[in-house]
């Protein structure tokens, strides 16, 4: 179907054309949900934006577009409020018809997007033989939740793992490797190397304190380059043994990745310096070949310099990700390219970009998005480190996020004098714990940094996962009481929309494909967090307020059928920002 949005803007479009003539047929109205319910359901300000080029009163030009706005089906009669808003009241019948026919529809009645788009979302990218971090958390959890909503939308997505699988800091693992692991290379399963953390840090320790070793490093990275096997066996073994770690974090979050580091796109860096060399952008400084970039200086304010190859010949991440964009324009045949990194990024995509740019090599159709995120602080208000001021593992923090769910949930099965199974405590603990540190960061503007709270994230009250998995559970909950079959529920439903609890809550229910349309366009996961949490609040008052298993007919079953669409919409939305729900908690 058409979102009520979408619906509406025609309709003004229409009215626009009546009123003032095919010119004002192209005009966007901009028409939103209203978040004051004495303003109405919707409001548009379309009179305001045409007061200039209509040399008129807005309250005029408003009822002007009133008088010629046909929206009976849809709306009670336009209200003007204020300067010239115009605001919108759904009809009962026409919202009891929208929401029968998305119970009846196993996308709630939302359709595909036609034509769809073909999009790259570059998310995750740890580096390989470190451990992922806490760093690492928000990139994964907000690409794969901005993947979810596209692909639900019905576009075709590449998720993209640009991991770190190239450069210099392997001659000295590599070295490392063949010192404390002699045997390794001609073994044929992958090493299990420990922990990968304490291995990095060890060959560290030995490359700034032994020359020697550190100039075996440098002749190690040439040798790899060069693609000697000894060398390539070892990179190999390392990648190996962190995508088995990485993959466990995936696996637990259920993340869906492909992976394409940045050693995929070496063959094509060549190119890349000859053809920026070819259009005449590349300039010598110091024996380094650079492009000079608009619009960004040094601190003596001259033109600050990318560097494409440095003077010992060798390349930058900037030079990786240029090849990483022209494969993904011209092979991949991306039209949206995401790229999921913190805000502290932003400058590299802007400068690498401007040089694509003026290489000629972005098409006019083709969009470059950087969804920038902010830092993870502790409750301290300072950057989240352990107490002896390292980086947390992600690792680490997820499962102690398990383990704080299961203290938590263990404390209220004594309490409620409850018995569970311990493998329904380790089920629903796992659940809560991971579903808590997602929410808590997708429910954030990404733009922003957030403190790391697990009191807060597992609260069963507030803007929490717990707190929606709970609304869902307590639908499953009058399921089970009244022994409810909701699929022979569905079958010829007659809404009946009387109480005002019952008003407001369908009216929520029909403004999800909207914010979807939102989240898609904007990127912004946590508009759908507050479309879920507002849901929750609306049917706990509804629930509250209105009978439902000992209502009388056609109620009765009118009101099941609101608590059956409000956990396939929580459902749905959950499970688009990666979290599952439970039946029991």
């Not at 929401?99 to 073909?118: A, C, F």
């Not at 509250?544 to 409000?566: F, G, H, I, M, N």
Request: charge should be negative.
């Amino acid at each position: 179907m058409t979102s009520t949005v979408e619906l509406l803007k025609i309709k003004f479009n229409q009215a626009l054309v009546a009123a003032f003539g095919e010119d004002f047929a192209t005009i966007d109205p901009m028409v939103v949900a209203s978040t004051n319910p004495k303003f109405g359901d919707y409001q548009c300000n379309l009179a305001m934006s045409l007061t200039k080029p209509l040399k008129s009163n807005p309250r005029a030009i408003a009822t002007q577009i009133i008088d010629n706005l046909i929206i009976d089906e849809i709306c009670e009669t336009p209200e003007i409020a204020g300067p010239g808003f115009i605001n919108l009241r759904l009809k009962t019948d026409y919202l009891q018809i929208q929401l029968q026919k998305m119970l009846g529809d196993e996308r709630l009645n939302i359709p595909k997007v036609n034509p769809n788009q073909k999009m790259i979302v570059d998310f995750s990218s740890p580096n390989i033989a470190k451990e992922m971090h806490v760093g690492h958390l928000r990139s994964t959890i907000i690409g794969d939740s901005i993947a979810r909503v596209l692909e639900f939308q019905g576009h075709e997505v590449l998720r993209l793992n640009h991991v770190g699988d190239w450069g210099t800091q392997f001659g000295m693992l590599i070295t490392y490797l063949k010192e404390v692991y002699p045997d390794a290379l001609t073994t044929a399963n992958a090493l299990d190397l420990g922990d990968l953390v304490e291995f990095y840090r060890q060959a560290k320790v030995r490359f700034d304190q032994d020359e020697t070793f550190k100039e075996t490093s440098r002749q190690e990275v040439v040798r790899l380059q060069a693609g000697a096997e000894d060398s390539r066996r070892a990179w190999q073994l390392l990648c190996e043994q962190s995508r088995r770690e990485f993959q466990l974090i995936y696996d637990d979050l259920g993340i869906k990745l492909t992976e394409r580091g940045e050693s995929f796109y070496n063959q094509f860096l060549p190119q890349i310096v000859e053809e920026l060399d070819k259009i005449g952008l590349l300039v010598e400084n110091q024996g380094a070949k650079c492009v000079f970039l608009e619009g960004f200086t040094n601190k003596e304010g001259e033109p600050l310099p990318l560097i494409v190859q440095k003077t010992d010949g060798g390349y930058n991440y900037a030079t990786t990700d240029l090849a990483a964009l022209r494969h993904r324009i011209e092979t991949e045949k991306a039209t949206r390219i995401i790229y999921v990194t913190d805000a502290g990024q932003t400058n590299h995509f802007m400068q690498f970009w401007q040089v694509a740019k003026r290489a000629g090599w972005i098409p006019e159709n083709v969009e470059l998005v950087h969804v920038a995120f902010g830092i993870v602080k502790g409750e301290d208000g300072k950057k989240l480190k352990t107490r002896s001021g390292e980086t947390v593992r992600l690792r680490e923090l997820l499962d102690e996020a398990v383990n704080y769910a299961k203290k938590d949930l263990e404390t209220r099965i004594k309490a409620e004098g409850r018995t569970e199974t311990q493998e329904f405590i380790d089920h629903v603990a796992e659940i809560v714990g991971l579903s808590a540190v997602k929410y808590a960061d997708l429910s954030q503007n990404r733009t922003s940094d957030y403190i790391f709270s697990f009191d807060k994230m597992l609260s069963l009250q507030g803007n929490t996962a717990p707190y929606m998995l709970y609304a869902y559970v307590r639908i499953q909950g009058i399921s089970r009481k009244g022994n409810i079959d909701w699929q022979k529920l569905e079958t010829d439903i007659q809404l009946v929309l009387e109480a005002d609890e019952e008003v407001v809550l369908a009216k929520h229910l029909l403004q999800l494909q909207d914010i979807l349309e939102e989240v898609a366009k904007d990127l912004l996961p946590n508009r759908l967090c507050q479309y879920l949490f507002e849901l929750s609040q609306k049917f706990n008052q509804f629930y509250e307020q209105c009978d439902v298993v000992k209502a009388r007919e056609p109620q009765r079953t009118s009101r099941l059928s609101l608590c059956d669409l409000t956990a396939k919409t929580l459902k749905l939305g959950l499970s688009l920002l990666g979290i599952s729900v439970l039946e029991r908690m």
